[in-house]
């Protein structure tokens, strides 16, 4: 009855915790959420008022389809100063949120016949762009032993000769892991010669914890600047998820395909939050510095918390603001089989929601957001100790 591309979909896992929180919050229950991939912080007051500023200016028409002349250039302007990387206006594109600057970059690039590599555990939304745009996508497993770290070697080893492009989520979600600059540069000497692409998805590219060199922009810009697509967004670094901004960076005609898709799909972002986007970019980046020492101070608190059980095995993570559990030394055939049904029966005895591992093809972990205040989080790790406890005793053995 449908089109058949909707049967090579499969509809956001990530919001099926959303959904059962909220059936459990309308029943009553005092939920502990930590699934919310966005942050608990409200949008900084000066992108505020830039937007109060911009309706009372009657600035609610429609913009240029791939933004105004203004929030383009912040954008390059960001680029610049955190990257040294050069684009033009006619280089870069605003998009309803990285993810159709993602999805722009997938339906001018990626087509029928082409091999697409991405990584996993990963974001589930990347894969699904692949199968949208008709092609095929390829994973590389990344493992806890290595750090989830993105390697470069792991990549060349799938290209095929159908090898179209290679997307590379760096801070990843779920697993917070980076990929270095050593690992991009070798990345893109392999790929520059083959004609291969690279999509980078810099949407946590402001969470990164230590002071690492992570310029994966400037590295491809210099060796393979034809062949790089890099999409960012406002939504993580400023707290503005429901203003829908993202950007994609790119040669002129990859940018020109993306404009012209974006003309008949949803063409320009909000006006209003172009230009609070603008005071985001361009006005103090204090707000950033604060949000990540936020973020770092629960990261550290939360991991110290589920790590007290040694089954609940988790890594430091290097950026954005999950921490990624690996429960399998708590599942087994006679009691919870999967990291789902440990998800699912925690739910439902303990009112904590964590996204199960299986959302990011991950299965036996399940990921826990760090957005969420140092009580909440405190309350969800006692919750989920007393729920290994209930395990432990037996109240989850199958007959
Ligand atoms: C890895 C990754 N990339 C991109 C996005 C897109 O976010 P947005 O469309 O809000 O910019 C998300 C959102 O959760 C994400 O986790």
Known sequence: MLAE??????????????????????????????????????????????????????????????????????????????????????EVIVCAGGKQ????????????????????????????????????????????????????????DAFTARTRAVVINSPANPTGALMTEDEMIRLAEACAPRGIWVVLDLCYEKLIYDPVPHNLPGVLAARMRERTIVTGSASKAYAMTGWRCGWLLATREVVAAANALQS???????????????????????????????????????????????????????GAFYLFVDVSALLSPAGLRTSADFCQAMLEATHVVVTAGEAFDAPGFFRISYAASIDRLEEAARRIHAFVADVDAGRYARA
């Open 264 to 318: 008949h799909c949803t063409s320009n972002v909000c006006s209003i939050t172009q230009k609070a986007v603008v005071a985001a970019l361009t006005g103090p980046q204090q707000c950033v510095t604060e949000m990540l020492d936020e973020y770092r101070r629960r990261r550290d608190v939360i991991q110290a918390l589920i790590g007290r059980d040694p089954r609940l095995r988790c890594l430091t993570p290097a």
């Open 101 to 156: 600057a993602l999805l722009n970059a997938a339906l001018a690039v990626f087509g029928p016949g082409d091999e697409v590599i991405t990584h996993m555990p990963g974001w589930p939304t990347l894969v699904e762009q692949i199968k949208l745009a008709d092609a095929t996508p390829v994973i590389v497993r990344t493992s806890p032993e290595d750090g989830f770290a993105l390697r470069a070697q792991a990549f060349i």
């Open 5 to 90: 591309r909707t049967t090579r979909i499969a509809s956001s896992p990530t919001m099926k915790g959303l959904i059962a929180a909220e059936r459990l919050r309308k029943a009553g229950a005092d939920v502990v959420d930590v699934s919310a991939g966005e942050p608990d912080f409200p949008t900084p007051d000066h992108v505020k008022a830039a937007a109060h500023a911009a309706i009372d200016a009657n600035y609610t028409k429609y913009t240029a389809n791939s933004g105004s002349s203004e929030v383009k250039q912040a954008i390059l302007a960001r680029y610049r100063a955190d990257y040294g990387v050069e684009y033009d206006e006619s």
